[in-house]
């Protein structure tokens, strides 16, 4: 199948699922993890997260490779929360003391972010772009920001590889990157060469899609139904989710 | 071999086209018939894809006369049925192949005619077929080799039926392997066509008769020679009777 190519080799339980589903389920679970109010409410939602992470078959590698993004603005929280927050101080040295309600404001916020990219990797990065694209459009985002996206993912590459021949001629004439005038007039041009040949790209493809009858509206594919079970993941989800909340509010 | 009193697919008449003050197309006449197969030579800059583009109103002529399939064209609603039945295959293929699956790609063209989607994903499957490139089908069109880009942007065009093709250097940048399957693919099909190309053995196999380009001009003796063409050029080698 074509599926190799796509480089989506894990056969996640998940994959089965609508990707309307698993967008609205990222959704709730996001929604429902940033509304968690006490401690014991968001380390069960991360517990959540990582259930699902299992269950999505996601390797450690590979979370954790995905993860290091996000880790490195926890950092500077970590570090900056507890030194700007006021309040009564748990260390001190120095000049500087850690406020007691800065660590806590640090420790819920790390808690939130980590089960929210985690539940999100877990149901959506099997996901195509053009399914994600067709699923956004599906569930009413206006046409222009779905197709901006398409457009996005189909070009991206192209511009990455205008940028990096250019780049490597500049190179290759001897082009060194030095803080002075010339290195920044240089990347100028180039920023500069990359938007007008977007541009330019931009006006083919246009023309290219009005040569075979293209008149501004695409036709869109009809979905299909949901399945048995996207309706019985969405409600064991919502189950959970419920529990979650009471959870979060009444212990 | 024509009748004379055919209706050309595409006429050109007195054509100039100006951009920022510099004549890109000088007083160009040209007249494309049914079966006819147009060789367009030149140097570079000559204003050969200016010409194409011209055909199919995606450049406006400063003056002359536009006339294709029987009528004269001047709205872009004029050239909108132009374009279908005179389908032009683009100098880079990723300007072309836009959508993220190939059979998406070459259904776009018949779903824009207002065929029903299973129709003509349909049509996308046996034109691929046709050109024995089914087996791209499912892939990703960014993910594709140059060769295949090309191949695949042709059937795009397929899909739609057209009567004309309009191919602007077709073996630009291809290797041999796929100049060779471009050419038998063209050479097989019973279409009017206008090739653009500095590639001389594809044009030898191809062309019924040649133009040459020059300085924004077309060549009055090359123009005018198209009524004895036919008697040295060799053509249609073995491949036109299906």
Same mark, same amino acid.
């Given at each position: ?17 609508? #990707? ?85 404001? #640090? ?61 490597? #001629? ?71 989710? #419920? ?9 | ?242």
């Amino acid at each position: 199948m074509s599926l190799a190519a796509s480089g989506a080799r894990i056969v996640a339980p998940f994959e089965a699922l609508d #990707a309307r589903t698993r967008l609205v389920a990222a959704l709730s679970l996001v929604l429902v993890t940033v509304s968690m109010r006490s401690l014991s409410g968001q380390v069960a939602a991360l517990l959540l997260a990582l259930v699902m992470l299992r269950l999505s078959g996601l390797s450690l590698a590979q979370t954790s490779r995905r993860l290091l993004h996000v880790e490195g603005f926890m950092i500077a929280l970590l570090v900056l929360l507890p030194l700007t927050v006021p309040g009564p101080a748990l260390l001190s040295f120095g000049p500087f003391s850690m406020s007691q309600p800065g660590v806590a404001r #640090a420790v819920s916020i790390i808690l939130s972010v980590n089960a929210a990219v985690l539940s999100t990797l877990s149901l959506l990065h099997t996901l195509e772009p053009v399914r994600l694209g067709r699923a956004l459009a599906s569930l009413g985002l206006p046409s222009r920001l779905v197709h901006l996206m398409m457009f996005l993912v189909r070009y991206q590459s192209l511009l990455r590889d205008e940028a990096t021949r250019l780049v490597e #001629a500049m190179r290759a004439r001897g082009f060194a990157g030095r803080l002075r005038m010339h290195t920044w007039r240089t990347y100028g041009n180039l920023v500069g060469m990359l938007l007008v040949r977007s541009v330019e790209r931009a006006e083919r493809v246009d023309e290219a899609m009005r040569c075979r009858g293209f008149s501004g509206r695409f036709p869109m594919r009809a979905n299909r139904p949901l399945t048995r079970a996207d309706w019985r993941f969405g409600c064991a989800l919502a189950a959970v989710l #419920a529990a979650l909340v009471g959870l979060d509010r009444f212990s | 071999m024509n009748a004379p009193e055919a209706t050309p697919f595409i006429e050109l008449e007195g054509i100039t086209v100006e951009r920022a003050g510099v004549r890109v197309l000088d007083r160009v006449s040209l007249t494309l018939q049914p079966g006819d197969r147009l060789a367009v030579v030149g140097p570079n800059g000559a204003g050969k894809t200016t010409l194409l583009r011209t055909m199919i109103g995606l450049q406006k002529p400063s003056s002359g006369i536009v006339r294709a399939f029987g009528r004269e064209r001047r709205s872009q609603a004029d050239f909108r049925e132009v374009r279908l039945r005179a389908a032009y295959l683009f100098q880079d293929a990723d300007d072309q192949l836009f959508c993220p699956t190939v059979v998406e790609d070459v259904a776009f063209g018949p779903l824009n005619m207002g065929l029903e989607e299973d129709k003509a994903l349909e049509k996308a499957r046996v034109t691929l077929a046709f050109l024995g490139l089914e087996h791209l089908g499912p892939r990703i069109t960014r993910r594709l080799s140059g060769g295949e880009k090309r191949l695949v942007c042709l059937a795009g065009i397929l899909s739609m039926d057209p009567d004309v093709l309009l191919l602007d250097e077709p073996t630009n940048s291809l290797d041999a392997k796929h100049v060779e399957k471009l050419t038998q693919i063209l050479a097989g099909l019973d279409k009017s066509m206008i090739i653009v190309s500095h590639d001389r053995p594809i044009l030898d196999t191809l062309a019924t008769r040649a133009v040459r380009m020059k300085d924004a001009r077309l060549e009055p003796a090359v123009l005018h020679r198209h009524p004895h063409v036919h008697e040295h050029l060799h053509v249609h080698v073995g491949s036109e009777h299906e």
